[in-house]
């Protein structure tokens, strides 16, 4: 492939790719102190349940963030990253106790029943005796396992790790629900819907944007919908920004949803007060804008 570079393309190439590699170990050596120094913070966004003109929340999912200095720097920058080296594992175990604590706390503050969903990644669910650590933090947190929400992705599952079953069904006969992330962006072989025990699908937010404009995806949409009810799954669906939004996933019948029109992922104290409000508004009267005031 380098033969067909000129001199000074290839030096040019090679520069960038250094850059590239020195770029990568930098954000890895930076990552690896992250922890240490508590620069990790969970934001939380609310989970919507909607019903007759009313809505209210049933929980929240927990969003890791990174300060860097005074940039907080999102996910998708950094994980990958932690999932390179393995750290996402010590990371991870980080977000669930933080995330299981928050939400035992919210609820003794009168948040009864409010849900806590946590993303994992594959490396966490490849651990010897996950199941077994996720009971542990449950016991020390005082979180009720019914509570708690492990969201997973298809990629997850297209590995076909040997173990993943079992740990999954471990999780399901402790009463831990699992919800699979971004349904329909991957290869959604439906036979993982059958094969696993999952309780949640979580429609992705690129159907949800563009839907209810656009008659295609308002399909997909109502078939992922259609699919979830029939096998007895809560749909949600994640990115709802706008009251059109809203009304197509209503009139569909999905009853549960997530997105920048009832709040933005915000720290734990910029959101208990939204989730208070939340807890019993209609959904006719903007709760974004009467809420975010
Ligand atoms: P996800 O699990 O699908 O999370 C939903 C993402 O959609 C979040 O992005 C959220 O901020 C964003 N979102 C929510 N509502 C709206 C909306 O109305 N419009 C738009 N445009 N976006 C919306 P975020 O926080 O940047 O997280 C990105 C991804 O990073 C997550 O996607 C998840 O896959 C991953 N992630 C976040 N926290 C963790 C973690 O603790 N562990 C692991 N393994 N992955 C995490
Ligand atoms: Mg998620
Ligand atoms: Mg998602
Ligand atoms: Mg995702």
């Known amino acids: 492939r380098a033969k067909a570079f000129g001199k000074a393309q290839l030096a040019l190439y090679n520069d960038s790719l250094q850059e590239e590699v020195h770029q990568r170990l930098n954000l890895e050596n930076a990552l690896s102190e992250a922890l240490a120094r508590k620069q990790f913070e969970l934001y939380y966004q609310p989970i919507v349940q909607v019903s007759a003109g009313r809505s209210h929340v049933v929980g929240v999912e927990a969003l890791l963030r990174w300060w860097q200095g005074e940039r907080l720097v999102p996910p998708d920058e950094f994980i990958p990253a932690l999932e390179e080296t393995g750290e996402i594992v010590e990371v991870g175990d980080w977000v669930l106790q933080q995330a299981c604590t928050q939400v035992q706390q919210w609820q003794q503050d009168g948040l009864a029943g409010l849900r806590c969903s946590v993303n994992l990644s594959s490396r966490q669910l490849q651990e010897d005796g996950f199941a077994q650590r996720v009971a542990t933090i449950l016991k020390e947190t005082g979180l009720p396992a019914a509570s708690l929400v ?3 992705t298809e990629s997850l599952l297209m590995r076909d790790v040997p173990d993943t079953l079992a740990t999954l069904r471990e999780l ?8 699979l992330d971004d349904f329909g962006t991957g290869f959604s072989s439906l036979g993982y819907l059958h094969r696993y025990p999952l309780h949640i699908i979580k429609v992705d ?27 007895e799954m809560d749909v949600i669906a994640e990115g709802i920004e706008t009251p059109e939004q809203m009304d197509f996933l209503h009139t569909e019948g999905c009853n549960f949803v997530q997105g920048y029109w009832f709040s933005r992922p915000q720290s734990a104290s910029m959101i208990h007060p939204i989730l208070v409000k939340l807890s019993a508004v209609a959904y006719d009267a903007s709760p974004a804008e009467e809420v975010l005031l």
């Open 172 to 179: 399901e006969s402790m009463g831990v629900r699992i919800a």
């Open 150 to 152: 492990l969201e997973i």
């Open 205 to 231: 937010k690129s159907f949800i944007t563009k839907a209810p404009d656009d008659d295609r995806l308002k399909a997909i949409s109502r078939a992922i919908i259609g699919l979830g009810r029939g096998l």
